[in-house]
């Protein structure tokens, strides 16, 4: 290469796919390609897509499209790169085809450590690259990245998913479970410690299922909390379903382990939940709750949870704002129902009216939002550590980093360093953040 090459990558959707550009952006800057933070000025653009919302698929084409007139002006001297979950449906790679003709490469969530080699054949050959992979078992190690926050960092443990709720694309896109072997996650997580690293948040669609080499889920948990230079270690996404006593149990032996779980609901209704393939019952959830909230009493607990999904009476809905009631979220997402070609709910003829859907989310919303103002003005008095991720955006003088219970924390303060834990009074609540005062030195 002569000259330096510039490159800037958009992400949709969720960690896993940011874990994924972080990825790739490690890989380029490898190669001698360099970032810059504006979109319009980088030789290379790359869009990292998510399929899991239709909303998603339509911000992602709507934004592609914006970059038709520049391609065409400037020829091979832009290059447009597509990769991402979106890419592993095959309407949609038709569609690319059809209407995005200039897209130079595109290639899918399975084969990303193949971007170098592309972006090296599309130069080399002047020829468009198309590579998607189906399903595969192979884990590739070893691939660098380039972390957005230097204190902190995702670890994949594992990919893919097994589950099949009825209304989800990802296991079409991301294939079935794949675990790393522990080994080599502690082994990267040594690394990420040796380079400043304090917080970790290991990543998998369904991180109770883990199946390591010798090792489950909290095992592995129990091996990282040994890291020493690791102090906070957390984790995304359980299932319900496969949490295990073993798991709750580490959150009171595993002093690094957060204190905090994302546990996605879905519904309240056991009508739905059956018709969702969740495989646990109202009343098996509202007891998990109960068991986590007996053995950890200050644990934060989330959810997600889908309004309008087809067949959802309002007996239904109302089971699900009960359920929101009865265990009192520290937050939550809510999604609308949305549907997903190729799974099985989108075939059903009784979906559910679009103004239906969101009058049901508002309801649900407000419900959600009174608990978590209500949960966080019990913090109102007590003392959190939080570790600071930067200077506020919105307030000059302020600082902005996460409780334990990963509650985002907003404090006044004076040459605070990014990545210091520190210990906050807090002073003030409101529905998505609290406030508060630092009362000693940094650790
Ligand atoms: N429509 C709406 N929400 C969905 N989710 C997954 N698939 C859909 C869909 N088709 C939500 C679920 C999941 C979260 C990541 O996205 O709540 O937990
Ligand atoms: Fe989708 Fe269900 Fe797997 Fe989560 S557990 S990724 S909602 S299929």
């Known amino acids: 290469m002569t000259e330096k090459k510039t490159f800037h990558i958009t992400t949709f959707g969720c960690q896993m796919n940011e874990h994924d550009s972080e990825i790739m952006a490690g890989m380029l ?6 970032p810059v933070e504006d979109r319009d000025t980088a030789n290379i653009v790359i869009f990292n897509t998510c399929s899991i919302r239709e909303n998603a698929d339509k911000r992602f084409f ?6 038709k007139r520049r391609k065409t002006e400037e020829k091979e001297a832009f290059t447009v790169c597509v990769c991402g979950c979106m890419m592993q449906q095959q309407h949609i790679v038709d569609q690319l085809k059809s209407k995005y003709p200039w897209v130079d490469v595109v290639f899918g969530t399975h084969n990303l450590h193949k971007l170098p080699n592309l972006l090296d054949n599309l130069y080399k050959e002047k020829k468009k690259q198309l590579e998607i992979w189906e399903d595969r078992d192979a884990i590739v190690e070893d691939l660098p990245a380039k972390r957005l926050f230097k204190h902190k960092s995702f670890v994949n443990i594992m990919y893919g998913c097994n589950n099949f709720c009825s209304y989800c694309i990802v296991p079409y896109t991301r294939g079935r479970e794949r675990s790393r072997n522990p080994f080599d996650i502690v082994k990267e997580v040594y690394a990420l410690a040796k380079d400043g690293v304090k917080e970790i948040t290991l990543l998998g669609q369904n ?7 010798g090792a489950d889920f909290t095992d592995l948990i129990y091996m990282l909390n040994e890291v020493d230079g690791i102090q906070r270690i957390r984790f995304m ?6 949490l295990s006593d073993k798991l709750i149990e580490a959150f009171k032996k595993c002093d690094k382990l957060c204190k905090y779980i994302h546990l996605p609901v879905q519904s309240g209704s056991d009508k739905v939940l059956k018709e969702m393939n969740r495989k646990y019952t109202r009343e098996a959830y509202l007891s998990l709750v109960e068991k986590i909230r007996k053995a950890v009493p200050e644990i934060a607990i989330s959810t997600d949870i889908i309004v309008g999904f087809p067949g959802e009476t309002e007996a239904d809905f109302e089971d699900t704002l009960d359920l929101a009631r009865q265990v009192q979220y520290d937050s939550a997402f809510t999604f609308l129902y949305s549907t997903r070609k190729g799974t099985p709910a989108a075939q059903r003829e009784d979906q559910i009216p ?8 508002n309801r649900l919303v407000d419900v959600i939002n009174e608990s978590s103002a209500g949960k966080n003005r019990g913090y109102i008095g007590k003392t959190v550590d939080v570790l600071i991720d930067s200077v506020s955006r919105n307030k000059i003088g302020t600082y902005e ?5 990963f509650k985002l924390v907003n404090l006044i303060g004076k040459d605070i360093v990014d990545g210091s834990i520190v210990p906050v009074k807090i002073t003030g609540a409101n529905t998505f953040s609290l406030t508060g005062e630092i009362i000693k030195n940094t650790k």
């Open 354 to 361: 679009e103004e239906v859907k969101h009058q049901r989310f």
């Open 207 to 213: 991180v109770n299922s883990y199946k390591g080499e």
């Open 401 to 405: 980093g996460r409780s334990d219970s």
């Open 62 to 67: 709507g934004t592609l499209g914006q970059l």
């Open 237 to 242: 996404t359980s299932h319900p379903k496969d």
């Open 29 to 34: 800057i490898e190669k001698g390609y360099e």
